[in-house]
């Protein structure tokens, strides 16, 4: 699993049948401090995020099939949690209270 | 899942067993203006490709998705020989050309 | 899963049995700025997106749970259509990105 901020949404009209009534979203993997890394994804929300939380993805086959409880599901990459803080070396890293604005876009 | 040619094969003696009878293509990966790049990958094969062919691979846990690789240590296997492709509406590979 | 631009198609005659029939296309994946990320890739098309086209795409071994024979060697399908893409108040789809 790693951590990424919500960007925004994406509207499919037509899609896969396991995505239907579920809500994708455009996420950019973070850093604990919230550096930019790795590639941007979309991911199923299971977790009622929202654009400008910090959430926990988990990108990895089985456990997204798992989740939906099908284990013919066509999904992989899944928003499992809203994250409210991380603590790193004993420090505070992201506190959603008192969420640093996303980096701009380029 | 990837575009190269079969530039030549692999011959290995000393294996692990369930890897006996397989066919391991040596493909070097296009790009998608069809022209080589320095990527190499080893797959084995599905399909019977020969040499010269342009072939398609596929890797990863995908790889094990044939009846000669399910179960077995492989990562990247050609799953079909390509007859032509374009890129924007150009021409850019024809088999038969 | 992530956003992509159809920029071309496949055609493979000779194929691993089971992927008969199912389109392939190229894809260049697109980051949140809505440029180009990372090298482009064919995946199979389980929806009928053509060129020019903005869509969603699945890797890995999911991909092949798109395909009418799921048993299929296939790293990357097509998922869906994106018909509106927001990137912190852009609209990427919009944007022609």
Known sequence: MFLADVLGTVVSPVQIPWLDGGTLLLLRPVLPDGTPTGKTRIALDRAQAGVGDRVLVLDEGNGGRQILGDASAAVKTIIVAVVDYVEQHGQLAYDHQHPTPLAPLK | MLIGRVVGSVVATQKDEKLTNRKFLLVQVHNPQNEPTSQYVVAVDSVGAGPEDMVMYATGSSARQTELTDGRPCDAVVMAVVDSWDLGGENIYEKWA | ?97
């Open chain 3, 1 to 97: 899963m992530y956003l992509a631009r159809v920029i071309g198609r496949v055609v493979a005659t000779h194929a691993y049995p089971g992927l008969d029939g199912v389109a392939l296309q190229w894809l260049q994946p697109l980051d949140e700025n809505g440029s180009a990320m990372g090298q482009p890739l064919v995946a199979c098309a389980s929806i009928s997106s053509g060129p020019g086209d903005l869509v969603h795409f699945v890797d890995g071994r999911e991909a092949a749970m798109t395909c009418p024979e799921t048993f299929v060697p296939v790293d990357a399908s097509i998922c869906g259509f994106v018909e509106a893409a927001h990137s912190l108040g852009r609209d990427l789809a919009a944007e022609g990105a």
